[in-house]
């Protein structure tokens, strides 16, 4: 196998998330998975959440391009930001997805070439790296 080739953890496709809801809207939801219209409430929330998101998908679509948003995943390795530190660049990391700073990232590494990040959607990273870049994470 090549050493250059780096195996990556399997990456979640989705993150948990909690809410609270009325006992009526929660027996709504039971109701029509008990008659059938969806396998459970996980089904119920990502469909009503997929067809809202599809009724503002012009919106959104308008504001991923003014706040120059990437969409997706993006993986950012200590071979990349090495690159960018040697172009004596810095980043502006701006994501709707999932971001992830890989665990061969040092703090000190991503506190010299990640200038701000901002994520829509969920920040993969060490403890450590979130402690390094706290004042730069909006």
Same mark, same amino acid.
């Given at each position: ?62 504001? &991923? #391009? /003014? ?15 090495? +690159?960018?530190? %040697? !172009? ?20 000190? &590494? #991503? /506190? ?15 403890? +450590?790296?979130? %402690? !390094? ?6």
């Amino acid at each position: 196998m090549d050493s250059d080739v780096q195996e990556r953890a399997k990456i979640s496709d989705s993150e948990k998330i909690t809410i609270n809801l009325g006992y009526v809207d929660l027996g709504h939801i039971d109701l029509l998975v008990h008659e059938g219209f969806y396998a459970n409430r996980s089904d119920f929330i990502r469909t009503a959440i997929r067809n809202q998101l599809g009724r503002h998908d012009e919106a959104v679509k308008q504001s &991923l #391009a /003014r706040h120059r948003l990437e969409l997706g995943l993006r993986h950012y390795c200590r071979r990349d930001l090495e +690159a960018v530190q %040697a !172009a004596g660049e810095t980043l502006d990391i701006q994501i709707l997805g999932l971001a992830i700073i890989a665990s061969d990232v040092t703090p000190d &590494l #991503a /506190r010299a070439t990640i200038a701000s990040i901002r994520v829509m959607g969920a920040l993969q990273a060490s403890p +450590a790296i979130k %402690a !390094a870049l706290s004042g730069r994470i909006h």
